[in-house]
């Protein structure tokens, strides 16, 4: 009997760590086939312009930053078409990108370069972000892009320097309704926000980010290290009361990984006209233990004319 309960016991130990190789090798796959659908999305876009590269590679509900969230097809179609390419191009490579444990919603990050193709004017450079969604022919397509303005180029995080989210996967323990637990994310986003307006920044930041967090801002680097993210956050406080208005949220089908967009405003204390107003973007990883963590914020300021509206 001893033998028999040893043998079983391998043989369970041996199909849990057969379960955990094929499932790192399924989402190493995964994480190389998002990274090289943004390489080929960028890659069309230098070849054949924005607007050509942007239909081809969005769903018709992908939405971009306009600066609100909208559609970023029906926006592009709005316009009228160039004759040829755009007279810029637009070229942008992921560095680091994260993928559901289903291999079906995923993100890249990265640097991007507007170069005039006149030379007339000089470059603009920022980190585009960009959430994947796995459609039914296999294909990644884009739901969400958004990039922030950066000072410089981005040399600290040049070509080929791509490396991939770690982090803790959490495994469903019974099946996942994807709407309703879309949902659920959503209200976790509320509450985060909820917090923000009612506890300010650094306090409800420090409960719900990540351990890999990262924050995009507009005119500065991505920021990684927590004291500097500490340190960006209580700089942001100085502005004024935070209100956020979560829109939208989705999940991956198995429920580790999700993503949430919305509209904020920010308020100087004893007034009631905005001082800022804009629209954010923000990555949620679920832990083993089931909670949410904020992993990716990406705030986007509107212009000072559309504040007054």
């Known amino acids: 009997m001893r033998i028999r309960v040893i043998h079983s016991g391998m043989l369970i130990f041996g199909a849990a760590l057969l379960a955990a190789a094929v499932g790192a090798a399924s989402r190493e796959a ?13 890659k069309m876009s230098v070849a054949e312009g924005l607007r050509k590269s942007f239909l ?5 509900e992908g939405i971009s930053f306009g600066p609100a969230p909208q559609r970023s097809n029906e926006a592009l179609r709005k316009r009228p078409a160039p004759a040829g390419k755009e007279p810029f191009t637009l070229d942008w490579w992921p ?12 993100f890249n990050t990265g640097p991007y370069e507007v170069t ?14 960009s959430v994947w969604k796995k459609q039914p022919d296999g294909s990644w397509k884009v739901v969400l892009d958004v990039g922030v303005h950066t000072p410089a180029r ?17 495994q469903p323990k019974s099946p996942v309704v994807t709407p309703v637990e879309a949902e659920r994310l959503k209200r976790v986003d509320a509450v985060f926000s909820s917090a923000v307006a009612t506890r300010g920044l650094r ?28 340190a960006q956050l209580a700089k942001e406080e100085e502005k004024g009361a935070m209100t956020c208005s979560p829109m939208f949220a989705d999940i991956a089908s198995s429920a580790d990984l999700g993503y949430s967009y919305g509209n904020y405003t920010i308020t100087k204390k004893g007034e009631t006209t905005p001082a800022e107003k804009g629209s954010y ?7 083993a233990n089931g909670e949410w963590k904020l992993t990716v914020e990406i705030v986007s300021p509107w212009p000072v004319e559309r504040v007054a509206e």
């Open 30 to 42: 995964a994480l190389k086939s998002l990274a090289d659908a943004e390489r080929a999305f960028a």
């Open 56 to 60: 081809a590679n969005f769903t018709e």
């Open 95 to 106: 560095v680091y990108s994260d993928v559901s444990a289903a291999g079906d919603l995923g």
């Open 116 to 129: 005039d193709d006149a030379g007339k004017n000089p470059p603009n450079f920022g980190y585009f972000f």
């Open 154 to 170: 981005g040399d600290r995080d040049p070509r080929g320097s791509w490396k991939a989210a770690q982090g803790p996967r959490f």
């Open 203 to 230: 306090q409800a930041y420090q409960k719900t980010l990540d351990a890999e967090a990262r924050l995009h801002r507009n005119d500065i680097f991505p920021l990684t290290d927590p004291a500097a993210i500490t």
């Open 281 to 287: 973007a923000r990555i949620w990883r679920r832990h």
